[in-house]
């Protein structure tokens, strides 16, 4: 898992830190830097992937220009990762610790070449999808009929709990099929839990759709190392946040659910007091993002000397939306 960011001249965070949990829920006004911290993992992801032949010439790198470093929870602790941009846009140069670090690097980049970052489009969930693209979800979800039909077919076990887990939110539908669409396509319907029929994914709510997708990543055999959700509450009534939140903590924390695989870090990020107010007992588990002026900062929830004793008399989402905590827009 990634222990911690650091960034330097990196678009608004002109010298900010954020260290990173299991689970991650980024709070915070438009413009504060939880996006760039989802981008930097993805650019982690790409140069990750790269032969280190492939980097330009560190001695071209200007002394102020943006940097951003990593570093990591054990078993990779030695290492120190650095990536050097010409510009907000371009981050092109991967460095790596010396100093034991460089032992670690060819087991720790391919965890970090799994980083996956999703932002969900119910139009494009509704749509059929090739069946040759059911290898893992994309990052609007578009592929959702091919993953699921693939998963029945090759992990019918993980297929059954997530349908079994839909079935328990969504009583109002018996279950999922699968039909051909022409071109090699492949299209999900819902069966109507009073034998009614089926209904068509462009006929479903948005919100049963993005609850879909979530458990989709919930219920991978074989999930990603990193999971960045932008918009978790997108589409979510507010009473089925809980639900949200608890498909999330089971990548995040698979031996409470019986699982024996390795976690998945999550950074969920939210504009909802209603979510928020569900992290009330883990203020560990939420960061707080700034901005004042042009630069921007993050924050720990449970680093405040002050949190225990706000959340006695309100919560947190009242304390976020009034202002108190922090992390709204306008602050000064």
Known sequence: MIAAVQFRNFKALRAAEVRLAPFNLLIGPNGSGKTSLIQSLLRLRTLAGLPVEKMPAAEKRRADG???????????????????????????????????????????????????????????????????AGAELASNAGNLAAVLASRKERAPEAYAGLEEEFRRLMPEFSGMEFSEAGAGQVAIKFRLADGSGAVDADSVSQGTLYLLAILSLAFDPAPPAVVCLEEADRGVHPRMLREVRDALYRLSYPQDFGLVRAPVQVLATTHSPYLLDLFKEHPEEIILANKRGNAASFERLSDRPDILELTKEAHLGDLWYSGILGGVPGAE
């Open 66 to 132: 943006p940097v951003i470093e990593f570093t990591f929870q054990p078993p990779h602790e030695a290492a120190r990762v650095r990536l050097s941009c010409v510009s907000d846009l371009q981050c092109d140069l991967l460095q790596v610790d010396e100093a034991g670090g460089a032992r670690q690097w060819n087991d720790l980049r391919a965890r970090l070449r799994s980083i996956r970052a999703y932002l969900f489009d119910h139009y494009a969930m509704a749509m059929p999808a090739k069946r040759e």
